[in-house]
């Protein structure tokens, strides 16, 4: 496994031993969006000096894993994969699977990580849990967790609805030496910027790079989030319920808003009757996941949304957000004594 450097003779955190560990050169990983973040993306990423992770699905194949883990190892660069603890706890192969590309980091979340980061150790990886209150966050300071990944409220896709993003990050920054990284609302290299002046050890992106061009998402599911504005997303289990999707209810998704949200986010009681009474409602939304009719299916975005846009690779992505350097350095040269 790879292995963090001890913090120096003061016991001061060094901020950059996650990317020692890694051995990326810019401090951004894609998340790991089941659906968006396949291996073309995880190793676009990589190339660009980030950190690339591949998000692996709860119905994601033996076959699909072993295609997408080989598209993103094949550069030769280090990357890594998040996979569900709910999920994981049915069974772990797929972890297995994933194990045997040989990712140098995995991101176990929503549920107990236990089992699936003893695995992930005996294999050698470091192993990060994504947390979205205090709770986790206590959960995520104990010793089989190497990395704690701070999701705030304003992230796209699964997760809770309780912590925006820095008052999480400030939490988490209090309380361990761990390698934080912090995910939730981030899209642009003042937002990279910020999280980094605050402590973080990189920034996680989710939503920009879902629209990338090298992002498994559909080409209408990326023009949604395209011309998406900030105030267009809706935090709801509808989705899941239509689609009769076992997520634990704790966990609801950030989406933009659509015609199917209109209709059932605010009437979740009604929903599940309706489920139960028939099929037809799952049916349908099924096929709009199908045809990517996005005034149905799920696009899973967070507010982010309002600032990113289409048509951008992974390698544009990175390079726009890498100012994050200039942001820092003027800020430095604003508040100078």
């Given at each position: 496994?790879?292995?963090?450097?001890?913090?120096?003779?003061?016991?001061?955190?060094?901020?950059?031993?996650?990317?020692?560990?890694?051995?990326?050169?810019?401090?951004?990983?894609?998340?790991?969006?089941?659906?968006?973040?396949?291996?073309?993306?995880?190793?676009?990423?990589?190339?660009?000096?980030?950190?690339?992770?591949?998000g692996i699905g709860g119905s994601s194949t033996k076959e699909w894993?072993?295609?997408?883990?080989?598209?993103?190892?094949?550069?030769?660069?280090?990357?890594?994969?998040?996979?569900?603890?709910?999920?994981?706890?049915?069974?772990?192969?797929?972890?297995?699977?994933?194990?045997?590309?040989?990712?140098?980091?995995?991101?176990?979340?929503?549920?107990?990580?236990g089992p699936a980061a003893s695995l992930a150790h005996e294999a050698?990886?470091?192993?990060?849990?994504?947390?979205?209150?205090?709770?986790?966050?206590?959960?995520?300071?104990?010793?089989?967790?190497?990395?704690?990944?701070?999701?705030?409220?304003?992230?796209?896709?699964?997760?809770?609805?309780?912590?925006?993003?820095?008052?999480?990050?400030?939490?988490?920054?209090?309380?361990?030496?761990?390698?934080?990284?912090?995910?939730?609302?981030?899209?642009?290299?003042?937002?990279?910027?910020?999280?980094?002046?605050?402590?973080?050890?990189?920034?996680?992106?989710?939503?920009?790079?879902?629209?990338?061009?090298?992002?498994?998402?559909?080409?209408?599911?990326?023009?949604?989030?395209?011309?998406?504005?900030?105030?267009?997303?809706?935090?709801?289990?509808?989705?899941?319920?239509?689609?009769?999707?076992?997520?634990?209810?704790?966990?609801?998704?950030?989406?933009?808003?659509?015609?199917?949200?209109?209709?059932?986010?605010?009437?979740?009681?009604?929903?599940?009757?309706?489920?139960?009474?028939?099929?037809?409602?799952?049916?349908?939304?099924?096929?709009?996941?199908?045809?990517?009719?996005t005034s149905l299916a799920p696009v899973f975005a967070g507010q982010?949304?309002?600032?990113?846009?289409?048509?951008?690779?992974?390698?544009?992505?990175?390079?726009?957000?890498?100012?994050?350097?200039?942001?820092?350095?003027?800020?430095?040269?604003?508040?100078?004594?």
């Amino acid at each position: 496994m790879p292995e963090l450097p001890e913090n120096d003779a003061h016991g001061t955190r060094p901020e950059n031993k996650l990317q020692q560990a890694l051995g990326y050169t810019e401090p951004i990983f894609n998340a790991s969006m089941a659906g968006a973040a396949g291996g073309s993306l995880a190793a676009a990423v990589s190339v660009a000096g980030g950190f690339g992770m591949l998000g692996i699905g709860g119905s994601s194949t033996k076959e699909w894993i072993d295609q997408e883990a080989s598209l993103a190892a094949s550069t030769g660069h280090s990357w890594g994969a998040g996979l569900m603890a709910w999920v994981l706890a049915k069974n772990l192969d797929p972890l297995e699977q994933v194990l045997a590309h040989g990712p140098s980091f995995i991101c176990v979340s929503f549920g107990d990580p236990g089992p699936a980061a003893s695995l992930a150790h005996e294999a050698g990886v470091m192993v990060g849990m994504q947390v979205g209150n205090a709770a986790e966050l206590a959960r995520a300071l104990e010793v089989d967790i190497d990395v704690v990944i701070c999701r705030g409220n304003e992230g796209g896709g699964h997760g809770r609805n309780e912590v925006s993003t820095l008052p999480l990050l400030q939490l988490a920054l209090q309380q361990t030496a761990k390698p934080v990284i912090a995910a939730g609302g981030l899209a642009t290299a003042a937002g990279v910027a910020a999280v980094l002046g605050a402590g973080a050890a990189a920034a996680w992106i989710g939503t920009r790079f879902a629209a990338a061009t090298e992002s498994m998402s559909h080409a209408n599911v990326k023009e949604a989030i395209g011309t998406a504005g900030m105030d267009d997303t809706i935090y709801t289990r509808a989705f899941d319920i239509a689609q009769r999707i076992d997520w634990p209810v704790e966990y609801g998704g950030r989406a933009l808003r659509n015609d199917f949200s209109d209709t059932w986010a605010e009437d979740l009681e009604k929903l599940g009757e309706a489920v139960a009474s028939s099929d037809a409602l799952t049916d349908s939304i099924n096929e709009a996941r199908t045809k990517a009719d996005t005034s149905l299916a799920p696009v899973f975005a967070g507010q982010a949304a309002g600032l990113s846009r289409t048509g951008q690779s992974a390698a544009q992505i990175m390079a726009d957000l890498a100012r994050f350097r200039e942001v820092l350095d003027r800020s430095a040269r604003r508040w100078r004594l």
